[in-house]
């Protein structure tokens, strides 16, 4: 009988190989523009139906704010240099004004869906258009598109008081909800036909519109005070342009201002003087 033979035995042995751990850089949320909330704990199902807190940053709006508008706006080819202007686009909270969907788009070099066929505008399109319009503490301004509101919204920060109609019943209910809640209270929102004006709150200082007629409603050339400033798209869709108007004894002096492409406008004065 042989003599039985012993080996040395780990008291841990190892069934499997096991290869180093590999490390991968991560960003922070701080470098992604990001920052932590209090409130932004969420559970989340783990192994053997455990569960365990995660914290999720969400977005630092006030940051991207300021980077849209140290990006989009003043950067190289964009020369928005009014002061003013830049102030209400640095204080206007875009990220309230679109569907909670798109909150984390807001402050993108881009138009965003609102609904019902229509936009809201690229930060840098508001900003040229308020910058064009040259809006001054005492005015009182109309405008013809309230969308979301983030126009009537920086506009707010710049007059007086701002008069604004939406065509569509849905957005012009939730725009006045959203521009009360975020502090506008120098904002009256109106459902009706824009091309009609507001006669009841007429005349007014300047007019923005933020859809493109065929050609200038009449309406509101004459509910624009003499010596003031209109802003609007004019043209069909593939060939818009828009154009500041200047009203002087009745007559309006136009001057081509850029190629742009807005939403046409409807209503029972949209073809206007060409």
Not at 66 to 80: A, K, S
Not at 118 to 126: D, E, G, H, K, N
Not at 166 to 180: F, K, Q, S
Not at 249 to 264: A, E, N, S
Request: glycine share 8%; hydrophobic share 40%.
């Amino acid at each position: 009988m042989s003599p039985i033979r012993r080996f040395p035995v780990s008291p841990f042995p190892r069934l499997f190989p096991v290869s180093p751990i590999r490390r991968f850089p991560v960003s922070t949320p701080r470098q992604l523009g990001y920052s932590v909330a209090d409130n932004s704990r969420i559970p989340v199902a783990a192994f053997f139906n455990g569960w365990f807190e995660r914290d999720v940053p969400s977005p630092n709006f006030a940051a991207l704010r300021e980077r849209m508008v140290e990006e989009q706006l003043v950067g190289p080819g964009r020369d928005i240099v009014n002061p003013r202007v830049l102030e209400a686009l640095r204080q206007v909270p875009r990220h309230e004004l679109v569907p909670e969907a798109d909150r984390s788009h807001a402050y993108e070099d881009r138009a965003l869906p609102i609904g019902y066929g229509q936009t809201i505008s690229q930060p840098y399109i508001v900003a040229f258009m308020s910058q064009i319009l040259d809006p001054r503490a005492p005015d009182r301004i109309l405008e013809i598109g309230t969308g979301s509101g983030y126009q009537a919204a920086v506009l707010s920060r710049l007059v007086q008081e701002v008069f604004t109609i939406e065509i569509v019943a849905p957005l012009a209910t939730r725009a006045a909800a959203d521009l009360t809640r975020i502090g506008c209270t120098n904002v009256f929102v109106r459902h009706g036909d824009g091309s009609l004006g507001w006669p009841q709150a007429a005349p007014f200082d300047a007019i923005i519109v933020t859809c493109a007629p065929d050609g200038v409603p009449e309406p509101l050339i004459d509910q624009l005070k003499d010596g003031g400033r209109m802003i609007i798209p004019i043209g069909p869709v593939d060939h818009q342009e828009l154009v500041l108007l200047r009203k002087h004894g009745g007559q309006l002096d136009q001057t081509g201002v850029l190629p742009v492409r807005f939403v046409p406008m409807t209503g029972q004065a949209q073809g206007g003087r060409q």
